[in-house]
């Protein structure tokens, strides 16, 4: 199928619940809510005439003018060879998406590091927790209003890293010698 086939058919298919489709982008794709992904979702996995069978890659964005998160899905087919994407967009006040961790495995990791660094709870994952921020971390890394001075002195390193000290080398000679048999590099003229 073509990318306008597809979009016509999930705007056939959907109506109303297609927000917005872009079918002749470079990147190209439909707009949902989240509360009407999963049954989208669904339909794209197991519809024959769709089947996308692959997420190739799920994202967040913080569209924080809009007061919105979205997450993008691109999605592939392996037995029809086409592709397709998906913006699914929430409030950011409230950032509840459905998962769909059980259609597309890879999801899994994709929607925690989403609820990590954004803050995005997909209602329905089996283990949504943080994958890089440690547990006891307060805020969300990739949002548009993070901010680091503040969320750095409330962090487990209290706003001073270890690896941004500087060390001045202790008990170190002032000269470097070379060990007998070690390889001496040509000089530069």
Not at 27 to 35: D, F, G, I, L
Not at 92 to 116: G, K, M, Q, T
Not at 157 to 172: A, D, I, K, L, W
């Amino acid at each position: 199928m073509t990318t306008q086939q597809i979009a016509q058919a999930l705007s056939d298919r959907f109506g109303d619940k297609i927000i917005a489709s872009f079918p002749n982008d470079k990147h190209p794709r439909v707009h949902v809510n989240a509360a009407d992904w999963r049954e989208i979702a669904e339909f794209m996995l197991r519809e024959p005439s769709l089947k996308f069978d692959w997420l190739a890659n799920h994202s967040g964005v913080d569209y924080v003018a809009d007061e919105q998160f979205c997450v993008v899905h691109d999605l592939w087919s392996f037995d029809h060879r086409h592709s397709f994407a998906v913006k699914v967009y929430g409030p950011r006040d409230n950032p509840i998406f459905p998962s769909v961790a059980n259609l597309w495995p890879a999801a899994d990791w994709h929607e925690r590091e989403a609820y990590d660094m954004f803050g995005i709870i997909f209602e329905g994952n089996r283990d949504l927790r943080r994958i890089y921020m440690p547990p006891e971390y307060t805020s969300f890394p990739l949002r548009k209003d993070f901010s680091l001075p503040d969320d750095a002195a409330r962090s487990p390193g209290g706003g001073y890293r270890h690896m941004e000290q500087t060390h001045v080398p202790s008990n170190t000679p002032s000269t470097v010698r070379r060990l007998p048999g070690s390889r001496q590099l040509p000089s530069v003229k």
